[in-house]
């Protein structure tokens, strides 16, 4: 048996371990479907639904194991602890069927591209390919490596030049209807699933179909009272589940829907323009974007001219981005590589919003299909709520094992009555009946229904704190949680910046700081020129939009930004932003600056840069704002003050966000064009010109909460993408961090050369060191302890990569993590679910998402569509609703601990006195079962469920385990009492006449 592993890449969150894939080859065989099928009908369908729990014993049922090239039936396993199987059929893509060009059929590639996996997975001269179809992604039989590859997206290993050459002028039309009929159509189509698939899929859940077995027994034995009101509180059950499927999948339509609709202008080779709707693009395809708002039905990659789009629905925050053309390099390295972390910047994602669209001057803007349907960023986003990952919570599997304990019990006494029935020589079928009813007696039917109701109840009393759930078996496990990853801005702190002042640097020596507000205008000089032109602001409506911190430093200057403007430089004329002084601003020796070319931010590279013209001038200028340590990494050393680093410190230290601002002019020769620089080359030997000071204050309920958690004993952790040494401040400003607590910064760097990957450490307080390269000098007494480590991103890759076998110890006592980039974010939440934490993870939505979703209980403060992955959202912005969440799933799990034990005992204790009362072939009566279980249950499993959750959290956690000693123990203690009672009670009754 061939066996292969297909690892799944995502253009926007990095693989976890849920998207890998175990591949087993599988061919059908008659005779064995034959004997499978007879099966069927001799077990009156129980082993068609057993094979419908699983799937794989249907695979091996029906089924030889052979390679994968042979197989007709692919079986298909997890590579996570839950190693869940699901079976695929091979199915054929023929393309006999396209009118083909003459010579199809000979060795040459069917596709201009000979690099694309569609050339070798095509079976000559039949010209048919076999495909499967894995959660909506479609995989087609790669020939030359034996394996199944996905399609719908462009190779990763094209280069930045094969792309503008390859595609640039756009495919041919039997290209297009090949890689249309392959990729399949672009859309991310959401069924409305119909209510009947709902309704079985839940009643065929195993403990329904023991519930339906257990109430067609007592039904048949005359007991109705019961068995009604059994099948009501089932039938509501299942009805509300059944709702709020239906309605989450109709949201889920509706959201999706308009993206198949669009109408785009396709440039093709033969055919020239022509307009087509969105479901027919392919990747390889150019469309245009003529300047019209436009939400993208692709994942495309910019050629030609530049965008500002609104990614708020993957970021969560309706911040413009600019995007810029691929550039033409003829770098060999894959056009991803090339641009390294940055490559987004090129990339315009599906479901973002194109709101401005600008024309370099040499043509029209244009773009190249990237990836289509569900391989997209949106088609992504659909598929984490599609297919969540699965909930792996201690509770639902102790409840399992409980069950099947509680039904071995009750085959004991099955056995039992038949051997008592069978020795008093009664007929078989009042045995069969007595056995039966004696064995549903220890597992009360109403178990399923109970387990739900503590969440149902607990889920409705978050929605009316403005907190809502679309994984409702997520909130029993809020209640174990003990440490919780906050993001800082946004979250702990408030969103806008305020300027707080400029420190310039002149002859690399600090200057007099010129604080905000100010009476006097700021003057004129390269400060004020890098702050009114190194920037991302667009006027949209009117209205200049942008990052806040962006926003904020341009409004310090009083300067204006023109509506639309047009500029001059070396090859003509081209659409430009223009900045001018406005009436309160100082003056000023120029008429206004034209920005004519971006390098724009990323999280990556922390930096962004511009090239700028003084209108009227030829000089070029390129202003670089971003990370203080960066910034000056990039500036010549002479020019940056010796006491940079001190200066840097006694800001951050105080809690302000620091932005370095650095400056140079360009000598270009006349045949370069400005768009096509590029931007390793431009940004060296800069002159760094100083520091901007942003106050970021804490959110008011951000200190209560902290304080609330620590006091619950919850470990709070932040982890953001802001400075250090300001992350640091923060914590301790807000109690995460307390008075008299010593922070160690561990700076980790990878080797070099001959010498190996190392780790300093510091106090926070001072430059001293503490210790260097060892693991053994610093010592952590658990709680006691009182350090705490601080990192950034780039030693927290080191650690993990060299010393992982340390990174543990680090984790129990690090609370502090800067400069941490998304999937940085995700990989700390994964490691601290390793070390046995339940994580939560607090979020804006802004690169927290993949966090969130990885976390045993992510909840969003952001309501744009990327909270959609999140299992939680909160309409109220700030921290509060993280005890509440807490809080909500503590009494949902009290409440389902309590019914599960209460019904067991319930079960037990019937089950004893049944057996007793069947040892005298006499069976208690219909109304008096009726009173056990109808008024004492339902009112008892009611009671328990509708407790409000406790108004403080205790320091202590509830039991998260079923099957744990205290449980077991006071189960057991009482049944053993029940038994002793029942016994003596029924012995002194035969005694009587």
Known sequence: MEEKIWKDHYVLLNKDEENELEAFGYKSQGCRKALCIAGYILSCGALLLLFYWKPEWDVWANCVPCSLEEADVILLRTTDEFQKYTQKKVTWID????????????????????DSVINRAIMKPQLKMRCIQVQKIRYIWDFSVKEFRKVGSLEDSNTCHSIHHKFGAGLTGEERKIRQLVCGPNAIEVEIRPIWKLLFKEILNPFYVFQAFTLTLWLSQGYIEYSVAIIVLSVISVGLTVYDLRQQSTKLHDLVEEH??????VCTKNE???ELESRCLVPGDVFLLDGKKLSLPCDAILIDGSCIVNEGMLTGESIPVMKTPLPLAESPEPWKTHSMEDYRRHVLFCGTEVIQAKSSGRGLVRAVVLQTGFNTAKGDLVRSILYPRPVNFQLYRDAFKF??????????GLIYTVCVFTYHKKPVADVVSMALLLLTAAVPPAIPAALTTGTVYAQRRLKKKKIFCITPQRINICGQINLVCFDKTGTLTEDGLDLWGI???EGSCFQKIHKFPSSTPLPWGPVCGAMVSCHSLV????KIQGDPLDLKMFEGTHWEIEESSTAWDRAGAIDACIVRPGPNASSAPVEGIAILHQFPFSSGLQRMSVVSQKIGEEQYDLYMKGAPEIVSSFCRQETVPADFLEELKSYTSQGFRV????HKLLSLPEDVDVSNLEREEAESELEFLGLLVMENRLKPETKPVLRELAAARIRSIMVTGDNLQTAVTVARSAAMIHEGSK???IEASEPEGSAPASIAWRLAEGSKEVCANTQEKITLEGESCNYHFAMNGKSYQVLLKHFYSLLPKILLNATVFARMSPGQKSSLVEELQKLDYYVGMCGDGANDCGALKMAHAGISLSEQEASVASPFTSQIPNIQCMPELIREGRAALVASFAVVKYLTLYGLIQFVGTALLFWQLQIFGNYQYLIQDMVITLLVCLTMSLTEAYPKLAPYRPPGQLISPPLLLSVILNVCFTIALQTCGFLLVKKQP
């Open 659 to 662: 932005i370095a601002l650095a």
């Open 260 to 265: 198949n609709k669009v109408q785009v202008t």
């Open 503 to 505: 420190l310039p640097s």
């Open 95 to 114: 393309l006999s069927t396209l009118a083909l060009p003459v010579g199809s059929n000979s060795e040459c590639p069917l596709i201009d591209d000979k």
């Open 272 to 274: 020239g323009f022509k």
């Open 403 to 412: 069950i099947l304990g509680l039904s071995a019990i009750g085959v004991l």
């Open 743 to 745: 922070v160690i910064i």
């Open 539 to 542: 006027v949209l409506d009117k």
